[in-house]
């Protein structure tokens, strides 16, 4: 079970755990393929239930090897998804969505996202994400690496229902806390960091080893643990092996001193002006 304080809530009232587990890069080695289910099984037994894929990885291999590692588990998983921009029409935008689900082997996508903003008017995808609810296809929808402009585009387009924006959020990417966070929280639509260890490279930070060895814990718990503690914020780690989901798990058990944070700002300053978001 999913403690309260691990735990994120939408705007709908609905709550997801603030941990849960990316699949970017999976499915797409069979070699690796047994360890990789085994990696996404152990995250829900251990509280981790959002998965989160996309049609983009591996051209819909990282969905299907999702949809086999929710056999009977299906009622346990906040499953979330997206679609390609190029395919964000009205009409593409539903066809995309239900070959996803067919991958999946699903019937229906807890979180659907548009992956990232396209030519297609925002009002046509909005349109889209409301005839999928209504059918019962998606639970609810949002954005995937929308900046600020962006996001207030998508609210004029009559995106009010937005239940979260996913984007490139860690310690060495801390732009979006200058002026897209706090206009995220001010509109209460919560933030999910992907890429939150920035692909390994901060597992090698000397700052963020000597946090790390202050509490025992790994430069993965402490770079995790640091996102936890921001208001409204989720992250979704990938893990390709069950020692390192387990790994990732603890670090909602990891909690930072303020000394810590103080080191850390030091080491990774907040920003002082806008940024451009960035993606990977």
Known sequence: MTLAADVIELPSGQTM???GQGTWYLGERPARRRDEIAALRAGLGLGMTVIDTAEMYGDGASEELVGEAIIGRRADVFLVDKVLPSNASRRGTVQACRRSLQRLGVDHIDLYLLHWRGTHPLDETIEAFAELVGAGDIGQWGVSNFDLSDMTELLEAGGTS?????????LTRRGPEYDL???????R?????YSP???GRLLGHPQVAEVAARHGAT???????WLLRQEMVAAIPRSSKPEHTRENADAR????TDED????????PRPVSPQPLEML
Not at 189 to 193: G, L, R, W
Not at 219 to 225: D, G, K, T
Not at 253 to 256: G, I, Q, S, T, V
Request: charged share 10%; net charge negative.
């Open 197 to 199: 260890i920035e692909q």
């Open 261 to 268: 944070v103080a080191a850390l700002d030091t080491a990774f």
């Open 189 to 193: 639509i919560p933030v999910m960091a």
């Open 253 to 256: 058990n990891l909690h930072l």
């Open 17 to 19: 755990p603030v941990l």
């Open 219 to 225: 430069p993965a718990q402490v770079a995790l643990a």
């Open 181 to 187: 966070l706090p206009w995220l929280r001010e509109h």
């Open 162 to 170: 937005c239940a979260t924006n996913q984007i490139l959020y860690n």
